[in-house]
């Protein structure tokens, strides 16, 4: 499989590089070329800023998958999808946050998302879950029926920055 992994060079994004080659797909990443730049070398590197639009370098392309670890706002995941909405698969990696009530026992993907009581206020870090969730919207509307989202909770391990 021919996979695209937005972001991949972070926290989270390595592990699923590695997994990806070891599968014996072919990988290629897109992310702005700051964080880690020395990782995979041999890997096809696209550079944008999808936080400030710039994500040229994805058009025209196609990809069986495509794995998205670093959206947290919903007009870059919309404008990412959109444009590759050609692409067999779009796993959107979002958050338990995005739950509208996350500490009930039993959750499961067709409970209720938390619903952003501020719309347009982008502010990451107090409007987390319903960023998330809003993404998630995104994402399934650009490519209806094929989009895959996951929702962690607390992710830790190698590479964890916290």
Same mark, same amino acid.
């Given at each position: 499989?021919?996979?695209?992994?937005?972001?991949?060079?972070?926290?989270?994004?390595?592990?699923?590089?590695?997994?990806?080659?070891?599968?014996?797909? +072919?990988?290629?990443?897109?992310n702005?070329?700051?964080?880690? !730049?020395?990782?995979?070398?041999?890997?096809?590197?696209?550079?944008?800023?999808?936080?400030?639009?710039?994500?040229?370098?994805? *058009?025209?392309?196609?990809?069986?998958?495509?794995?998205?670890?670093s959206?947290?706002?919903?007009?870059?995941?919309?404008?990412?999808? +959109?444009l590759?909405?050609?692409?067999?698969?779009?796993?959107?990696?979002s958050?338990?946050?995005?739950?509208?009530?996350?500490?009930?026992a039993?959750?499961?993907? +067709?409970?209720?998302?938390?619903?952003? !009581?501020? =719309?347009?206020?982008? *502010?990451?870090?107090?409007?987390?879950?319903?960023?998330?969730?809003?993404? *998630?919207?995104?994402?399934?509307?650009?490519? !209806?029926?094929?989009?895959?989202?996951i929702? !962690?909770?607390?992710?830790?391990? =190698?590479?964890?920055?916290?």
């Open positions: 499989m021919q996979i695209l992994i937005l972001g991949g060079t972070g926290f989270l994004g390595p592990h699923f590089v590695e997994a990806a080659l070891a599968a014996g797909h +072919t990988v290629t990443l897109f702005r070329g700051k964080t880690n !730049p020395h990782l995979f070398p041999d890997l096809e590197k696209l550079q944008g800023d999808r936080r400030a639009g710039d994500i040229a370098a994805l *058009e025209g392309r196609r990809f069986d998958a495509v794995i998205d670890t959206g947290y706002l919903p007009r870059e995941v919309e404008a990412s999808a +959109t590759l909405a050609d692409s067999g698969q779009y796993l959107f990696v958050s338990v946050s995005a739950y509208r009530d996350l500490f009930r039993g959750l499961n993907e +067709t409970d209720a998302v938390a619903p952003h !009581p501020d =719309p347009g206020n982008e *502010e990451i870090m107090q409007f987390y879950g319903p960023l998330k969730a809003q993404c *998630e919207q995104a994402a399934e509307k650009a490519m !209806p029926g094929r989009c895959t989202v929702r !962690p909770g607390l992710i830790v391990g =190698p590479g964890d920055p916290t």
